[in-house]
T-cell receptor, first 112, second 112 residues
Framework: GEDVEQSLFLSVREGDSSVINCTYT??????LYWYKQEPGAGLQLLTY?????DMKQDQRLTVLLNKKDKHLSLRIADTQTGDSAIYFC????????????FGAGTRLAVHP | DGGITQSPKYLFRKEGQNVTLSCEQN?????MYWYRQDPGQGLRLIYY???????QKGDIAEGYSVSREKKESFPLTVTSAQKNPTAFYLCASNPGRGNEQFFGPGTRLTVL
């Protein structure tokens, strides 16, 4: 069945770049998403990418998609302490109208 | 302000009691969703509704029930049949045509 996998933890120094990786199994995935969750809060959409794109950049965020390897990454440039959160990768084959399949989330810790 | 509200933020119940979690949205979205989040795991879909008076089971619907009598409301009842109800519950909505799911702030349910 459909599955999304992420590493559970990432620790970076403030000012460095963070790269969070995700792999998925559904070859029919049309949209891939990155959500951010701060402690005790709901999820906030950071960015998403269509499966026919290789890259998407939005300010400090860069999303790379390798469709052949079913690999998605999120790069955060100049990581700040406010970026500390859990980051979820999710995929949907029908564009968000039906269910999203989420990874377990990567906890990003930013230290001085 | 448009958005999704969930109430209460924290909920405590005794084992064996049914409890209803509220989810309201004023975004005029057609689709609404309920997810469950457990520590170290991604979000798992409980139920979703694409239109008023219609809803479908998600991956973990056993022990839960929903209703969709109004477009803006999608309450979730956690019944006594749910074996392990203590979790963080997230409600989301989607306009039906777009790709993004908007999330509420969540309700943390603890069953004593």
């Amino acid at each position: 069945g459909e599955d999304v996998e992420q590493s559970l933890f990432l620790s970076v120094r403030e000012g460095d770049s963070s790269v969070i990786n995700c792999t998925y199994t559904d070859s029919s995935s049309t949209y891939l998403y990155w959500y951010k969750q701060e402690p005790g809060a709901g999820l906030q959409l950071l960015t998403y990418i269509f499966s026919n794109m290789d890259m998407k950049q939005d300010q400090r965020l860069t999303v790379l998609l390798n469709k052949k390897d079913k690999h998605l990454s999120l790069r955060i440039a100049d990581t700040q302490t406010g970026d500390s959160a859990i980051y979820f990768c999710a995929e949907s084959s029908t564009g968000g109208y039906n269910k999203l399949i989420f990874g377990a989330g990567t906890r990003l810790a930013v230290h001085p | 302000d448009g958005g999704i509200t969930q109430s209460p933020k924290y909920l405590f119940r005794k084992e064996g009691q049914n409890v209803t979690l509220s989810c309201e949205q004023n975004l005029n979205h057609d689709a609404m969703y309920w997810y469950r989040q457990d520590p170290g795991q991604g979000l798992r879909l409980i139920y979703y509704s694409q239109i008023v008076n219609d809803f479908q089971k998600g991956d973990i619907a056993e022990g839960y029930s929903v209703s969709r009598e109004k477009k803006e409301s999608f309450p979730l009842t956690v019944t006594s049949a749910q074996k392990n109800p203590t979790a963080f519950y997230l409600c989301a909505s989607n306009p039906g045509r777009g790709n993004e799911q908007f999330f509420g702030p969540g309700t943390r349910l603890t069953v004593l």
